[in-house]
């Protein structure tokens, strides 16, 4: 949805936005930028502050320190009507004794009563339309509760608390939906607490009590986490601790039960002789190796429980380097990993991050 030449949509950036509240910083220092037609995500867990940053956002709650602007333009004292930015906060509801497709309809803008059908369709809720909206089951009124959200006209939307208690395919819809939201010119900002929904935004923030431990891309914060909290916020995460033992062209040797090769990016600074470092090593970056293969590095692990997870299997382990999970397909022969037997891992020297 482009906005008029008056109202042009561009970027938004939040400036050291801190809010105080009963003595309790929820917010603190808080920057970040949200491209002009783009998802952005805040993945963050329960008491991060999300919603908060929204309502700030909004204009919804005041500002002890910071600014939000649009474009060059600063926005920090406009009134929420004057913003342009649409949200609406958790626990808002339709209509519960209409029809979901009237209730949906009135909600919106005059004339917008297409878009109205078109977002029932897309969520997957055609087939309920004309059911009452106090019968839907709790995921439908979640799903019908994020298309009224979608439905309003203005060219910023916030979407709280994005796909919680929806089903993977409701989840699958609305995301999908979001981004072709944001390919139409809004700029869409989701705050959620699923790593799986936050990871196919195109821009990701990542909140933690109330700060900012990282943003930048999806692939670049799940690649290259800067600590353990963000790391774990991303998805499946070991990490591992050791010292570093020698320096070596592009990498170092670390130690830990063995020794271990690990790379550097070109012209990034390494971690010093005898120090100690911490690295991030995602479960999919970890092979059970058969007999006679071999990896820059290897550790010997016995095999403590695996789960499925559909075409994969989740393999934990106790190893030289600690405890360990492994992500390994589900149809990998000649290796197919049992509770009480011991293995050999294997990972690239490329495959960890190191952090801190």
């Known amino acids: 949805m482009q906005g008029s030449a008056g109202s042009a949509v561009s970027g938004i950036s939040v400036r050291g936005l801190t809010v105080v509240r009963a003595k309790q910083t929820v917010l603190e220092d808080v920057s970040f930028s949200m491209p002009e037609a783009a998802l952005t995500a805040v993945l963050g867990p329960a008491g991060a502050g999300k919603t908060s940053l929204l309502a700030a956002l909004a204009g919804m709650l005041p500002l002890d320190r910071g600014a939000v602007f649009r474009g060059s333009r600063d926005i920090t004292r406009l009134p929420p009507a004057r913003r342009g ?77 994005a796909g919680m ?20 010119g809004r700029i869409v900002l989701v705050a959620t607490r699923s790593a799986a929904m936050a990871l196919q935004a195109d ?3 990542l909140l933690s009590g109330g700060r900012v431990l990282q943003a930048g891309t999806p692939a670049s914060l799940y690649a290259e986490p800067r600590d353990t909290a963000a790391a774990h916020l991303t998805g499946p995460a070991n990490i591992v601790e050791g010292h570093v033992r020698e320096l070596r062209p592009g990498g170092f040797i670390w130690a830990r039960g063995g020794r271990y090769q690990q790379s550097c990016e070109p012209g990034l600074p390494r971690p010093a002789l005898g120090s100690p470092v911490t690295l991030c090593l995602r479960p999919e970056r970890i092979t059970l190796l058969a007999y006679g293969e071999a990896a820059d590095n290897m550790a010997d692990a016995e095999i403590l429980d695996v789960r499925s997870a559909g075409a994969l299997l989740d393999v934990r382990m106790e190893s030289a380097i600690g405890p360990l999970t492994a992500a390994v397909p589900s149809w990998r022969p000649p290796v197919y990993p049992r509770a009480g037997q011991f293995t050999r891992v294997g990972w690239a020297a490329t495959a960890a991050c190191v952090m801190g």
Not at 111 to 131: C, E, I, N, P
Not at 165 to 184: F, K, S, V
Request: hydrophobic share 55%; no cysteine; net charge neutral.
């Open 85 to 161: 930015i649409a949200w609406l906060e958790p626990g808002t509801a339709l209509a519960e004794s209409r029809p979901l497709q009237t209730a949906l309809r009135r909600f919106a803008a005059r004339g917008a009563t297409a878009r109205a059908d078109d977002m029932l369709f897309r969520l997957g809720l055609s087939a309920v339309a004309r059911q009452t909206v106090g019968l839907l089951s709790h995921g439908q009124s979640l799903a019908a509760l994020t298309a009224a959200r979608l439905i309003r006209t203005a060219d910023v939307l916030l979407v709280d608390e």
């Open 203 to 205: 821009h990701l923030v």
């Open 165 to 184: 208690g929806l089903d993977a395919a409701a989840a699958a819809a609305l995301t999908t939906m979001l981004r072709q939201e944001a390919a139409d």
